[in-house]
């Protein structure tokens, strides 16, 4: 069984500009009615992570202060079996000619391979009252107020 | 360049209980704290869709009455390029000696298998005011009220 992820596109991130997701050529159909969200599940591949040694990394210490010594699945660490990057960003504009999406963000580095976008989906994805470590409670909020 | 996701575990579905999250032994080191959240991100390869056909289709139509065609960037149909599913899900428990987690619900058959967990974080997962074309403004939320 190959689990073989396919590159739509790619992350840039121009040093002036908000970051774009330039989609491939012969992907670009598959952005139709894109324009009707607000926002979109970002799927990327960390190729910078893709190697031996990161993928069988199986726990760390997370980055904020007080955090405990946590599995790659409770945690959001780069290094994991499946490299696999996950990002919630809006959508600022798209352009049918350049076939980019214009974000308002992504924690990815220029280059990066987009392996799948998702529409956000309120009624599946949104969580209102789930629960974190203490250590991830001064996170500071994106997209909500609370 | 090879994306090839790794395997950590796979659904099960008994008849009678809420399903689980069986992980290989060689991954459950990469639980720890995760029964500090109460909600992850799934990540599962829609194995019934690897296959050339349905990783090129790019528009079909969303399930929802009046759904116009759509880029399957703008849909969560499972006949994508990338085959991969996400669905976030409440954690129920879990058990070191079986390596189980058992969930609420996930939108994924018996002996899926699983590539990556992430725990819900609601500071950059949650999005309180995200936009939807028409035709999903109907489907029932399942973690919100609004």
Known sequence: MD??????????????????????????????QLDKFSHIIVLWWITERDNPEDRSNLRDYPPQESA??????????????TPIGHSIVGIESLNDKTREIRIDQ?????????????????????????????????????????
């Open 3 to 32: 689990l073989l992820a396919s590159v739509i596109g790619q992350v840039e991130k121009p040093d002036d500009r908000k970051p774009v997701l330039v989609i491939k050529p012969e992907f670009w159909d598959g952005v139709l």
């Open 106 to 146: 992504i924690d990815a580095f220029d280059g990066t391979p987009i392996v799948d976008i998702k529409p956000y989906m309120p009624t599946s994805d949104r969580v209102d009252n789930a629960i974190v470590p203490e250590w991830f409670r001064s996170n500071v909020p994106r997209y909500t107020k609370t």
């Open 68 to 81: 405990e010594l946590s599995g790659v699945f409770a945690s959001r660490s780069p290094a994991r079996p």
